[in-house]
């Protein structure tokens, strides 16, 4: 588990962008079997999470159509709500950072840190940008 201090400024990037912190699994739960589309960001420490998720993320929520819901939980900390989400990623294995996207509780796409790492913060607002207009 990451110390408080550490993390609490990576989680308020996304928190103050409008994100709803998942910090139990009835709220993972609640989260994913919303109506309409619910975006989950799987947060992290790691360097691809500050370089390229967390602003490629940000920059893409400037995008006229968007996820009906942002919700986020922080590997290494929200240990119980992260293990709930990943449950419903499978077959993807885990996964920090990472990002998915569900709609009416079904998984329509997720971008692992594979995905993430080596690509700057415009590639992958743009790819969540072209994700958001198929799905949401």
Not at 37 to 63: E, F, Q
Not at 77 to 82: G, H, L, Y
Not at 99 to 111: E, N, Q, S, T, Y
């Amino acid at each position: 588990m990451y110390p408080p201090e550490l993390v609490a400024p990576k989680k308020t990037e996304l928190t103050e962008a409008g994100f709803s912190e998942l910090l139990t699994v009835d709220a993972v739960d609640s989260a994913i079997a919303a109506n309409g589309s619910t975006l989950v960001v799987i947060n992290s420490v790691c360097g691809c999470a500050a370089s390229s998720m967390r602003p490629g993320v940000l920059t893409a929520l400037k995008h006229d159509k968007l996820p009906a819901n942002l919700t986020t939980a922080f590997a290494g900390v929200d240990t119980e709500a992260v293990e709930r989400v990943r449950k419903f990623l499978l077959p993807y294995p885990p996964s920090s950072p990472s990002i998915a996207l569900f709609k009416d509780g079904r998984l329509m796409h997720m971008v692992e840190r594979h995905h993430i790492e080596g690509r700057n913060a415009e590639m992958i607002s743009e790819h969540l940008k072209m994700v958001f207009d198929e799905h949401c």
